[in-house]
């Protein structure tokens, strides 16, 4: 399995095809966005083969809103 993390730059249809152009630490991909309709530039996705499988949350931002989250708890 060959997993990639990046974050979507551009997002384009290219012989009917949803297409994005995602930078992984630096590297612009062209990857399917098939499978990810719902997909916008900004998000950051998981991408295997060329395809992009998964929208996935940047973990600065998931580790902050469960420290936020648990400020709550114990108020």
């Known amino acids: 399995m060959n997993l990639l993390s990046g974050q979507i ?3 384009y249809v290219h012989e009917g095809m949803t297409m994005g ?8 991909l062209k990857v399917s966005l098939t499978f ?3 997909a916008k530039v900004g ?6 083969s060329g395809v992009a499988i998964s929208k996935t949350e940047l973990e600065s931002q ?3 809103t469960a420290t936020k989250s648990r400020r ?3 108020v």
Do not use: C, P, W, Y
């Open 9 to 11: 730059e551009e997002i």
């Open 21 to 28: 152009k995602i930078n992984v630490r630096g590297a612009l």
């Open 36 to 38: 990810l309709m719902d």
């Open 43 to 48: 998000d950051t996705i998981l991408v295997e």
């Open 62 to 64: 998931s580790t902050s």
């Open 72 to 74: 709550h708890q114990d």
